[in-house]
Each structure stands twice: as C-alpha cells, then as structure tokens.
DNA sequence: TCCTCATTTGTACAAATGTACAAAACTTTA
DNA sequence: TAAAGTTTTGTACATTTGTACAAATGAGGA
C-alpha cells in the first residue's frame, strides 16, 4: 500500500516547509473558523497555494486531513497537560493545587506546547467547532486520545476537594472545558458586551479570568452533600 | 409582492399543522445536530415528510429558513427570560437574588417559554452549533436580539455584585453561556466521564449543577480589585 | 548524463447541492 | 358547482462538491 511513502516522507515532512505542512495549516485554520462542512478541498488548496490534487495526494481524502490535524497535535497537547499537572499534585496547599490543576488544564489549550506555533488556541478551537457540528472523525478520536487525561484531571481535582461527589466535579470540568471553547470560538462577544473593557482575544486574560472563575467553581458547596446519585430540588422549569 | 400572501398565511399556520411547522421543526433538529452546512434542503424535507420544493416555496431560500427558525424562538425566549430577569430583581437577599438572576438566565434556555414544547434547549443547542460555525445569518439576529438582555442581566448582576469589576463579570457570564451552550451540545460526555453516575441529558439536574457552579464563578473575588483595565500576571504562556 | 522516485499539476467525473418553475392537487369562496 | 386561491409535487439546471488519474515537473544517485 502506498502508506509506506507517506510514513518515510513523514520524517522529512516535519524538517522541510512543504506543501503538506502549508496544507495542514490552511486546513487547520479554515476547519477552526468555518467548520468542517463549509470549507471545501478547493477553499483548503487555494489558502495554501497548492492544487487540489495535492491535498488528495497527501491526505487521500478531506477526512484523512482533519485526521492528520488530530495527530499531529493530540500528542503534544496531551503530553504538556499530564506534564503540567504532575507538578501541579506536587503542591502541598490544597487551594494552590486546585488552581495549578486548573492552570494544568487550561494553558496548553491556549498554547501548544509542541513546535508549532500559537497552534494551541487554534487546535483548541478546531476542537470546539468540530464537537459542536457533531463530527464522527472527530468524536472517535478525541473520546480516544483525551478521555484518559480528562479522568486524570477529574480525580486530581477530587483529591483537592474529597467533600464533593466525583459527578459534581465532573459537571463542573464540563463547564470548564465549555467555557473553554466558548472563548476561543467568539472572542469577540466579550469585547462587545464589556463595551471594548475587555479583550476577549487577549489569551493571557482569558486564562487568568478563567482560572479565577473555574476554582472558585470547583469550590462551591455540592448540592448533594452525601448520596452519589442526583437528587432533585426547587427546579420550577416545565420541560 | 408575494410576501403578502405568506403574512397573512402565517396566522393560519400557527393554528393548523402544516408542513410548513413540520419542515421548520425538522429544520431545527437537523441544524441543530448537525450543523447548518451538514443539512440539506433535501434532507429537511425528507425528515419533515416534504417535498424539497415545499422548503423554496416557504422559506424561498435555506438562509430564510434558518432566518424564521431564529424569529420563531427569539421573541419569546427574551422575553420570558425578562419576566424572570424582574422577578429576581425583586429578590431582598443579595446572596439570593444573584441565584434568581442566574436561574432567570439559564432556565429559559433550557425550556421554552412558548407554546413550543420543548424547543427552548433545541434552539439554545441550535445557537450553539451555529455560533460554533460562525453562521453569518446567525450572528447577525443573535447581536441584534440578545445583545440587550445580556447587558441587562450583567447589569443586574453587577448591581448585586458591586465591589467586581464589570468586565469581569462579562468574562464570567460569557463562561457561564459557553457552560451552558456545551451541555446541550454534548451531553453524553458528562455521562461518559461520570461513568454512569450523571446524566448530562437531564435537564433539571444540569440546571441545578450550572446554577451551582455559576453562581460560585461570579462570587470569585475579581482579579483586579481597583483598575478596569486587564494586568497580566503570571502567565507563562508563549503565544 | 540518464534513470528512478516523490511530488505537483491539470483535468475529468459522478454525485450532491441550492434554487427555479410548471403542472397537479387541494381549499376556500361565491 | 365553478372560479380563484394556495399549497404541494415533480423535475430540471447550473454549481459545487470530493475524489481519481494521467501527465508534467522536480530532485538525487549511478
């Protein structure tokens, strides 16, 4: 099978800037901004400067490149949290290590830790479209690659707080990560509604204000002090 | 022109379950599980039980029906979220009335206010996607329509939380729109990382836990107690 | 130099897309 | 019932889509 000339090239193709590269990162930010279905083999190429068959030569198909995009970023940004949060148990005040688990967390979504520049924030917000529209590639990949890290974070950060049920904490990294998202995919609200006071696109802000906000989140009382299971309360919503 | 003729069939149609409804309600599912980009014209008219020319004949065009998905749900959801927004504000407690706001917000989104049944977490899932893919018809009704709630709502917010900043509690309110976005977009994860034990799908349970975690977030003591203006701390990212 | 291989190009094609429109079917009104 | 209206259908059409493939181009080793 020809995969034999893509894997040696592989190795090249990481040294030399080619064509492939320049694809990738035309794909990567155009999958990001207008999501999967909206842009086309076409769009890619000519953002790139290449021909279309040149995507097809180096990707097969439309899929195998967002594949290849997971690949190649999945690892280092994995690599970097677990990382991260290894230092961050270390630190014996509880408060402090929840915010440095949270910082373990939040930062290499920002920033890739890999070779590739700024290519964090924008993989991070690939991510977000692609969870939103649903994508089957997508899905499989990240419920494969990133289900283990996310299980290593809840259970670090239910070490710092034994008192909260495990399934809060995981609602409560839910809405982390989908805070996460929000602000990498419409920045520009958070300018807009603080009327030009703040700077949604301002990655150093966002990762303070979001930590801030996340840990104090985390700390909040539980709902359910004792039993596992939910429990209802005062909800009046009519669904 | 013939926009006349749909004017006065719309009353009608309110009443009678046209295909007309069928293809809007079909439309919204679709979209919103999707994408908008993903679903087409062809597809909603099979799901809605219709013929493809029955979509151009209502809608005139796929953006027109999007366009009426959104002018169907807006209104109402605004304004039961206001009716609430008053109620709250009437709240003595501080403490108490912050958790009122933060239901008043949250809970429209999740049901309906409207005769709709349940179409209030549909079309807030719907918002979701289609923000994620940065729908250009989207963006523009969202800014028009929501916009002076949101300012309504962090104002009110602000009131009972005065010694924070007000671009803070933008930043926590944009956290607190992406929480709730990401929960109706991806449900099933919060059951997967549960392993069982929550259910990301139940409503009145997610309401609660965002409710929870929400008002935690916006009690944080804010970063910068004095300035409006954004000071870096220490952030190690390399962008 | 020529040969070999990887890459790039240009073009082709079937399938799917949004939309247009005439004819058919159904409703309402007189 | 007949006429006038609205709604639904079926089909057609120009574009755009993802992908395939032969030819052209380039680079490296003998």
Same mark, same amino acid.
């Given at each position: 099978?020809?995969?034999?000339?893509?894997?040696?090239?592989?190795?090249?193709?990481?040294?030399?800037?080619?064509?492939?590269?320049?694809?990738?990162?035309?794909?990567?930010?155009?999958?990001?901004?207008?999501?999967?279905?909206?842009?086309?083999?076409?769009?890619?190429?000519?953002?790139?400067?290449?021909?279309?068959?040149?995507?097809?030569?180096?990707?097969?198909?439309?899929?195998?490149?967002?594949?290849?995009?997971?690949?190649?970023?999945?690892?280092?940004?994995?690599?970097?949290?677990?990382?991260?949060?290894?230092? !961050? +148990?270390?630190? =014996?005040?509880?408060? @402090?290590?929840?915010? $440095?688990?949270?910082?373990?967390?939040? *930062?290499?979504?920002? /920033?890739?830790?890999?070779?590739?520049?700024?290519?964090?924030?924008?993989?991070?917000?690939?991510?977000?479209?692609?969870?939103?529209?649903?994508?089957?590639?997508?899905?499989?990949?990240?419920?494969?690659?990133?289900?283990?890290?996310?299980?290593?974070?809840?259970?670090?950060?239910?070490?710092?707080?034994?008192?909260?049920?495990?399934?809060?904490?995981?609602?409560?990294?839910?809405?982390?990560?989908?805070?996460?998202?929000?602000?990498?995919?419409?920045?520009?609200?958070? !300018? +807009?509604?603080? =009327?030009?006071?703040? @700077?949604?696109?301002? $990655?150093?802000?966002?990762?303070?204000? *979001?930590?801030?906000? /996340?840990?104090?989140?985390?700390?909040?009382?539980?709902?359910?002090?004792?039993?596992?299971?939910?429990?209802?309360?005062?909800?009046?919503?009519?669904?």
């Amino acid at each position: 099978m020809r995969m034999a000339s893509k894997s040696t090239s592989n190795d090249l193709a990481a040294r030399k800037p080619n064509l492939r590269e320049a694809i990738l990162c035309a794909a990567e930010e155009l999958f990001a901004t207008n999501g999967f279905n909206a842009v086309s083999v076409r769009d890619i190429a000519q953002a790139a400067g290449a021909n279309p068959g040149s995507v097809t030569y180096h990707f097969k198909t439309k899929d195998g490149l967002l594949l290849e995009i997971y690949n190649r970023h999945c690892g280092p940004m994995n690599r970097r949290r677990c990382e991260l949060l290894a230092a !961050a +148990r270390r630190v =014996r005040d509880l408060q @402090d290590r929840l915010e $440095a688990i949270v910082r373990a967390y939040v *930062l290499p979504a920002f /920033s890739s830790g890999s070779d590739l520049a700024g290519g964090g924030a924008r993989f991070t917000r690939l991510r977000a479209v692609m969870s939103a529209e649903g994508n089957e590639v997508a899905r499989r990949i990240i419920a494969q690659t990133f289900d283990d890290t996310s299980h290593a974070f809840i259970d670090a950060i239910h070490e710092s707080l034994p008192h909260i049920p495990r399934a809060e904490i995981v609602w409560r990294s839910h809405f982390l990560l989908g805070a996460l998202y929000y602000t990498l995919v419409t920045p520009e609200r958070v !300018a +807009r509604l603080s =009327r030009g006071s703040a @700077d949604g696109a301002d $990655a150093g802000n966002a990762i303070e204000q *979001l930590a801030r906000a /996340s840990v104090a989140s985390f700390q909040a009382p539980p709902l359910d002090p004792s039993a596992p299971s939910r429990r209802r309360s005062m909800t009046q919503n009519k669904t």
